[in-house]
């Protein structure tokens, strides 16, 4: 995920107050693994200072996302990209966080490359 969108928004694993908006969060939250391919299902948080800015973080790692297929970022031939199902855009309550965010489901299968 870092090859594939760290242009548009530095990618973080983790979050921390002393990370500047703007960053998209992401989390493996499943998936399968097997010898030569990985089918990660990845939870992305896109924060920025506003909710339009966030949207529009979204947007741009959406289309990134979704014309990844048959591409090579960072070495890792992606297969397929797609956006689950039911993992659209969904806005994080600004009063559950200080920063807004909106947040997106993707599921990935890529193969890892070869020694």
């Known amino acids: 995920m870092k090859a594939l969108l760290d242009d548009i928004a530095p990618v973080v694993t983790h979050e921390d107050d002393e990370i500047?908006?703007?960053?998209i969060y992401v989390t493996r939250v499943g998936g399968r693994v097997d010898d030569a391919a990985?089918?990660?299902i990845v939870d992305?948080?896109?924060v920025a200072e506003s909710r339009a800015e966030s949207k529009t973080l979204k947007s741009a790692g959406q289309e990134r996302i979704l014309a990844a297929g048959n591409t090579a970022?960072?070495?890792y031939l992606i297969d397929v990209a797609e956006e689950n199902p039911g993992g659209g855009g969904q806005y994080i309550p600004p009063s559950q966080r200080d920063r807004r965010g909106v947040t997106a489901t993707v599921r990935l299968s890529y193969r890892r490359p070869r020694a």
């Not at 500047?20 to 960053?23: A, E, K, V």
């Open 20 to 23: 500047p908006p703007p960053y």
């Open 73 to 75: 970022p960072g070495g």
């Open 44 to 46: 992305l948080e896109y």
């Open 38 to 40: 990985d089918n990660p």
